[in-house]
């Protein structure tokens, strides 16, 4: 009987620990909480974007980098640290809570801070000292630059209601490009832990 617990116990080692995967577990969970996410940017919205078509801009969001099947776990998890950082600085601001109902941004921000919590153990997990370069180049630099231009055009644009419009779609946009990713990750995870 210690034989078969012991053999046991170190299936469950080999299928959860390091050996088995990189450690990073993305539960269905949190790629719910992204669906979650983007439902209530949904219903954030205050005007129609047909009324701030004035006011539309092409942020330059990375697709092809986010969404590229060549990213490897790593990068792909500072790339969607970044996004959802980003995202929860973003609505994270004054000017946010001036702009947006309050009991819908503070669901938002409570659902990013929780993918935030469960991406950083990934981060750490994933990326050793030796990669934490992965920060400042590539997709993630990337995605760096382009919430700054969105920093930089909701200031031009002082913060206006119609500015705020334009980002939420657009944030909706890179949002659900991260789910895309989530989904991805949990399953790259998912066949490195599988027997």
């Known amino acids: 009987m210690a034989f078969v617990l012991s053999l ?7 299928s ?6 990189l450690g990073c577990d ?3 969970n949190h790629v719910l909480i992204g669906r979650k996410n983007l439902r209530l940017l949904g ?5 129609s974007p047909r009324f701030c078509l004035q006011d539309r801009k092409d942020f330059a969001f990375p697709q092809e980098m986010v969404e590229g099947g060549q990213l490897q776990e790593a990068q792909a998890i500072s790339v969607l640290h970044e996004m959802l950082q980003q995202s929860f600085n ?5 000017s946010s809570s001036a702009a947006w109902d309050t009991t819908l941004l503070e669901q938002l921000r409570t659902g990013l801070h929780q993918q935030l919590d469960d991406l950083d153990a990934c981060l ?3 990326m050793g000292e030796e990669d934490s370069a992965l920060g400042r180049t590539g997709p993630t630099l990337a995605v760096k630059r382009y919430f700054q231009g969105i920093h930089v055009y909701l200031k031009e644009k002082e913060y206006s209601d119609c500015a705020w419009e334009t980002v939420r779609v657009e944030i909706m946009r890179s949002l659900s490009s991260s789910v895309s990713l989530q989904e991805r990750l949990r399953m790259m995870d998912g ?3 599988s027997p």
């Open 26 to 28: 993305l539960s269905q």
């Open 90 to 94: 973003l609505f994270h601001t004054e």
């Open 16 to 21: 959860y620990g390091p050996g088995g995967s």
């Open 8 to 14: 046991l116990m170190a299936l469950v080692l080999v």
């Open 124 to 126: 750490g997990q994933v």
């Open 43 to 47: 219903q954030m919205r205050r005007l």
């Open 191 to 193: 066949d490195l832990s």
